[in-house]
């Protein structure tokens, strides 16, 4: 879902930003999406309230947090290289915010099944019909 995606990379920025030297970066991705990261934490939160609780929740956000310290670990380098293009993307195309979200994602165990997210191509087009029904709002 969504809100997985969105703690996904919002944890692999978050290393990123305290790894490789982004904090500015970082706090700019919060700041532009902080409506898209609240409704996702909400969403998160509601998922955990119905399936484990609030420990569940801080297992699993710690869990996507090692993994994305791993991933650090594993390719310093190239992991800062990949989180700068990642920021560079979402300033330049926002509205990808959930595309790039899905492309971050880590360790699909680290997801419960019923929570997979889309492929890529499905995301698209789910946020395809969401910008036509933008569209159509804002045309009225």
Not at 18 to 41: H, I, K, M, W
Not at 67 to 84: M, V
């Amino acid at each position: 879902s969504t809100a997985f995606s969105l703690r996904h990379l919002q944890s692999r920025l978050m290393v990123a930003a305290l790894s490789c030297n982004q904090r500015d970066a970082y706090n700019a991705f919060v700041t532009r999406f902080q409506p898209e990261l609240a409704d996702g934490g909400r969403n998160l939160t509601a998922y955990f309230d119905r399936n484990g609780g609030h420990s569940a929740l801080n297992s699993y956000i710690t869990k996507i947090a090692n993994a994305a310290g791993l991933d650090r670990a594993a390719d310093p380098r190239g992991c800062c290289e990949q989180t700068w293009e990642v920021f560079l993307n979402l300033e330049e195309a926002p509205k990808n915010l959930l595309l790039i979200a899905q492309s971050n994602m880590m360790d699909a165990s680290a997801t419960p099944p019923s929570c997979q997210p889309d492929t890529p191509v499905v995301a698209a087009a789910k946020m395809e019909a969401a910008a036509t029904r933008e569209g159509v709002t804002a045309g009225k």
